[in-house]
């Protein structure tokens, strides 16, 4: 009984969360993004420009290390020393990249959310 309500609980709370970006697009969120967009869009597009060419050095000074290094790499001690959080820094970086991207594109002139054209400067 214990492990059925564990589960009507989680099916609950996943179908709260599922709804409310549904329940809040009605309220004005449009509006609002719109407006963000309009006041930071400067902004919005140099963190973009800076994540993707921070998740690009990350992955090229990585590789440059054992360009220039000219010796001979254990690669299983390497991928755990420097690997991994070389990885999920360069995921974390092109995900925000990435969202900002699509940020950026909804709220263009052209976009889903049809925003104002002064987000690009005109």
């Known amino acids: 009984m214990k492990k059925l309500m564990t ?4 099916a609950i709370i996943a179908g709260v969360l599922f709804m409310a970006p549904a329940m ?3 309220g004005g969120a449009d509006q609002a993004l719109c407006l963000l967009a309009e006041k930071f869009g400067d902004i919005f597009k140099i963190i973009r420009t800076l994540a993707f060419v921070g998740a690009g050095i990350s ?3 990585w590789a440059w290390g054992y360009i220039s290094g000219g010796k001979a790499i254990d690669p299983t001690k390497e991928v755990k020393e420097k690997g991994i959080p070389m990885l999920i820094g360069f995921i974390l970086l092109f995900g ?3 969202v900002l991207e699509i940020f950026i594109t909804l709220t263009g002139e052209s976009g889903g959310l049809g925003c104002v054209p002064q987000f690009f400067g005109n």
Do not use: D, K
């Not at 589960?7 to 989680?10: A, D, E, L, P, Y």
């Open 96 to 98: 925000i990249g990435t």
């Open 59 to 61: 992955i090229a000074g």
């Open 24 to 26: 809040a697009a009605t």
């Open 7 to 10: 589960n009507v609980n989680f």
